[in-house]
């Protein structure tokens, strides 16, 4: 990621001598018209906002600062429900804090689901709020299914993600700030809109192909630098 750039840039590795190429992942094929109603599954009305995450219940993806957000959001929206599809170790402990903060009729904790691709075009915003993040999948995934993303600026999510033009970005462990962007972005499907149509076409950088065809791009480049100005192709 650049960040990792950067940290090689400070310990005294001359610029010129890094180079990034974004990781690749192979997309499962688009979901056609959804078998399931998500807001039937979680007994929301038909066209409630939904603020949906596909992410293992994992300490790292740091749910707990998403049920902490989605208590302010909830707070000033009704009528929005959270839908988290992913299981994992944290479930107990965020069962009892969702009990504690009178969630349970807004956050909806569906496990894994063989179907989740095909439930998150049906998604309102997607929500990503890992405090530790590589090249998050899932997030890929609803650029690549039309769904805006709020997502924390951690890891290689940065990369990935550029702030006001196909998503937003918030703090790390920064709940307030979390559901800030969550309020605003609910607020303005026109700025949603736009980010998606701007993801969609970001996304296609982190295709499989394109990390093949970088990585093989930067291989002759160095070759041919090797080989020098009078090398014959």
Not at 12 to 23: T, Y
Not at 29 to 45: E, S
Not at 61 to 88: I, M, S, Y
Request: hydrophobic residues 50%; glycine residues 10%.
């Amino acid at each position: 990621s650049r960040g990792v750039m950067e940290v090689m840039r400070r310990a005294g590795i001359a610029a010129s001598r890094l180079a990034l190429v974004p990781s690749g992942v192979a997309f499962a094929v688009a979901p056609g018209p959804p078998a399931t109603d998500l807001r039937a599954v979680i007994g929301a009305p038909a066209g409630a906002p939904v603020v949906g995450t596909v992410a293992a219940l994992a300490p790292h993806k740091n749910h707990a600062d998403l049920l902490e957000a989605a208590a302010e959001v909830v707070a000033q929206r009704p009528d929005v429900h959270f839908t988290w599809l992913g299981e994992g170790e944290c479930r107990p402990a965020l069962e009892r804090r969702r009990r504690e903060l009178k969630l349970e009729g807004n956050v909806h904790l569906l496990g894994f689901r063989e179907d989740a691709l095909a439930l998150v075009p049906q998604f309102t915003v997607f929500a990503l709020s890992s405090y530790l993040e590589g090249l998050c999948t899932s997030l890929l995934d609803a650029q690549r299914l039309g769904v805006a993303v709020v997502a924390t600026a951690v890891g290689g999510v940065p990369d990935v993600i550029e702030d006001g033009v196909n998503g937003r970005l918030v703090p790390g462990r920064e709940s307030p700030a979390l559901a800030a962007a969550l309020l605003a972005a609910l607020a303005d499907g026109a700025a949603r809109t736009r980010w998606a149509a701007a993801a969609r076409l970001s996304v296609e950088a982190f295709r499989s192909e394109r990390m093949v065809e970088g990585t093989l791009e930067l291989y002759r480049a160095v070759l041919h630098e090797k080989a020098g100005p009078d090398a014959v192709a």
